[in-house]
């Protein structure tokens, strides 16, 4: 992928904007709280070296986003575009997660909404694969109208395979909900 993946996008709760690879240390602070990774399939990665790894992932990927409070601009998580396949107009959206004090306030919500509105300027079907257990992300994700298609064994950049649900979500549906 490339920068055209990395798009600035904003609305009045998020600014989305290019991670870069100084902003490692600011948001290692904000993944350190094992709390946000506790149901995550990788439940360590608040650990600097399972960090570490997720980050060096997120900045090859050529689609990762720090996510911003538009208010404060304080970095609030990340989320990233990946695996865009041009052929089949597809790509994923994931690898997200915010910092507790944005949970329960629509800030997932809107990072979707508008990851979910470029995507599909450029691709017909978007992919997102989440943890089984995930219970918290299966239920936001579920709001945008999403189907289950699968469990699937996904192999994340670095780290051994784990189960997840795989869910899409189809322009059409996405354009009729909104």
């Not at 690879?21 to 650990?47: C, G, M, T």
């Not at 304080?74 to 690898?95: M, P, Q, V, W």
């Not at 189907?147 to 395979?161: C, Q």
């Amino acid at each position: 992928m490339n920068a055209f993946w990395q798009p600035v996008l904003s609305d009045e709760k998020v600014v989305l904007e290019p991670l870069k690879e100084s902003d490692f240390n600011q948001l290692y602070a904000v993944a350190s709280d094992p709390l946000i990774w506790d149901q995550h399939p990788n439940p360590d990665r608040w650990k600097y070296d399972a960090f570490q790894n997720f980050f060096n992932g997120a900045i090859l990927s050529g689609g990762a986003l720090k996510i911003l409070d538009s208010k404060s601009s304080a970095l609030a998580g990340c989320t990233r575009f990946y695996d865009f396949n041009e052929h089949k107009k597809s790509i994923f959206i994931g690898y997200t997660f915010l910092a507790r004090r944005w949970w329960g306030q629509g800030y997932n919500i809107s990072v979707k909404k508008l990851m979910l509105d470029y995507a599909f300027q450029y691709a017909a079907t978007v992919y997102f694969h989440i943890g089984a257990h995930n219970t918290r992300s299966i239920s936001s994700i579920r709001k945008l109208g999403v189907k289950m298609t699968r469990s699937i064994e996904i192999t994340y950049f670095g780290e051994a395979p784990k189960t997840n649900n795989e869910y899409i979500l189809e322009r059409e549906v996405w354009n009729k909900q909104n």
